[in-house]
Structures are given as C-alpha cells and as structure tokens.
C-alpha cells in the first residue's frame, strides 16, 4: 500500500452511530448546550525526533475505529472513514520523523481489521455504450468491462478503497446497450497496510463490537433505564470475547510485519465527567454513569491482561497497552456532562446536538482530546 510521506508541520473514530444518534438527536434537540472553546490540554510536547542519517525511517500504520481513524477533529482527508491529518497517530508519526499510512476507519470493528468492509450503501449507475454485437456476442459481459474500466462507480479517494461492480440490468438495441450497475465501496483489510517495514502499529478498537452507539443513545441520549441498562449488561458479557478477537487480530499484524512491528493499543477516554448519575433525572431508578464506568474500567483491565497474554506467549515486549490516556485527558474533568441540562464548557468529546458537526462526530473527540490521545501515546512510545 502506498504509503503517506511525513510533513514537517504537525500532521493532523459510527457508522452504526450516525443513524443511531440522528433520530435520538432529534428528540433532544435544545437539551444539550453548545460547548466552549475548550481548554488546550497539558500534554507533553511533541517535539520532533528527527532519525539518523544511517537510518531508514520508521513507519507507522493507524488501525482501528473513529478513535484512531480522526472523527471529532473537524479536519477530514475524506467522510467515509473520517480519516484525518490531525488524529494522535499522525501526530506521534511527525515527532518521531517517521513515515504514516492511516487505515483507520469510523464504524469501525475489530473484523475489519482481518477483513473487507463495505462502506455506506451501494449506489446505481447507468450508461449506455456502442457494442457491436457482431465482434462482442456477449454485450453484456463487454458492457461491465467498459463501465469498469472507465471508472463509471467513480474514482475511491483513498488507496485502501474500491467500488465493486455488480450488473443489475441491461438491455441492447442494435449497437447500443444500456446497463445499470450497483457500486458499493468496500474497504480493504487493514491489515493489508502492514508490511515487513511496518515499525509501529497504533489502534483503538473493540468499542463498536461491544454496542457504543447504543450504549450512547439509550444512556447518554434518551436516558432510558432500562434501555440503558440492557445495552451496557450486553456490553460487559461481550467485553471478554472482544478482547479475545483483538488479541487474534494483533497476532496477525505482528505475523504480517514478519515480527518486526510494536504494536500499541490504546484505551478510550471516560465518556462522562462523573463517577455517577441516575436516570431519568426526575426520578432516578438506574445508575448509569456507575455501570458505564465500570464498562470502560473493565475493558482496561481486559485489554491489559490481554496484552500481557500476548507478550507472554512468544516471551517479547512488542505488546504494548497504552492505558494513561484516561490520565492524559484529566481523568473525567473532559468528559460529557450527562445531565439533560448540561455544561461541556471543559469537555474534550464532541457533545449531542452541536452545531455544525455531523453526526458521525458526536461523542468523538475535539481536537483537544486527540492532543492529549497523542501525548499519552507518545511518551509510551518514547519512554
């Protein structure tokens, strides 16, 4: 895969989210108040570490979900995947005058890190091409071969990205034939991005394949308790076996990268601000912020262990959890205020209903929340 080159200025995760929160948005409109210019975080300096003239340059690939990929920046290279050239592992990639290739992708599960994804829903294109049936009996056949070769679906805007063609409709009059193909856009494997010079593989993951977007419109949206309350047990009984698949996955990228790469897997920030809170606020019957916070603990604690499992397995240390980016962003001082009237004055995630954000957005990191991911990363990486 081609890779991104390195930029001497600072280089810069839902899908399941967008449609999710778009409904729930709607029914809070007002509620939520618009957040304050946030407060810069005092992440550790990201000063550049230019390599040896005797050495090659490190290489960085960015896995993952919208934690990794950029959502919340506001700053986009494209709003398929939300990548941007402002996320943490662009970022740590500059200070450490190392080369970047950003796979990283909203909505994202830890399957696509192994597998293809389709991204959005397919589209329809039609055209009509002059095919003589006499040299091409098979119009149909050499109809698709044109629409693809003349990029009818479009261009990808990305390297990873491609339109797969399948015919739908077709008919010839004559010389003239007239076709209907549907486009879908698929994303390749992430890991294919990973090769033999792969030094550094960064990712969060594992939040989607546990129910974020419910977890955020039944407890931080609509605040039903009972909702709620089913969509965070689901989430801890899932949280083991996730884990279990992220393991697997990380195996993989050390074995495409023939042993080379260190692999850092990041933790996510507290959601909320508070230890605690009841809904629905009139009249309190579940403690959500309890149990959404014991949900992330437990997620740390998992990945932890699960990190050390993999470090223990072939006796290395190029495993890495990097579980200060709690730390990094204040403990919760920087998360959502999740009261119905709410002040994200110091609020670090992108709050319900902000103006001019869209929704894959919501809940996601603004700029300051991606600086401090970036600090706790680097000073991991770095020591």
Known sequence: MPRSAPTGRPARPAAALVAALATAAALTAGAATAPSAAASPTAVALSAVAPSATTTAPHVVQLGDSYSAGNGTGSYEERSCYRSPDNYGSQVAASIGASYTDVACSGGVVADI???????????????????????????????????????????????????????????????YTGTVSCQLVARPQIDAVTPDTDYVFVTIGGNDIGFSTIVVDCLTLRDPSSCKQALDAATAKAPEMVDRTKAALRAVVARSGGHAQVYLLSYPFLVNS?????????????????????????????????????????????????????????????????????????????????????????????????????????????
């Open 114 to 176: 192994l597998e293809p994804r389709e991204l959005g829903d397919p589209s329809t294109k039609s055209a009509t091409y002059s095919i003589d049936p006499a040299r091409h009996p098979d119009q149909k056949t050499e109809w698709l071969r044109r629409a693809q070769n003349e990029r009818l679906c479009g261009v990808p805007t990305q390297p990873d990205f491609a339109y797969t063609y399948t015919f739908v409709a077709g008919v010839g009059v004559g010389g003239l």
């Open 275 to 383: 230890e605690s809170y009841g809904i629905p606020e009139v009249a309190p019957v579940y403690d959500a912020g309890t149990a959404l916070n014991d949900l992330q603990r437990l997620g740390d604690d998992l990945k932890a262990r699960g990190i050390a499992e993999l470090d223990a397995e072939d006796a290395t240390t190029q495993y890495h959890f990097v579980d200060t980016v709690k730390a990094a962003w204040g403990g919760r001082v920087h998360g959502l205020d999740p009261h119905v009237v709410a002040d994200n004055s110091k609020a670090w995630l992108v709050p319900v209903g902000t103006p001019g954000r869209d929704v894959a957005e919501l809940v996601h990191p603004s700029q300051p929340g991606w600086d401090a991911t970036a600090g706790a990363l680097r000073v991991a990486v770095t020591g």
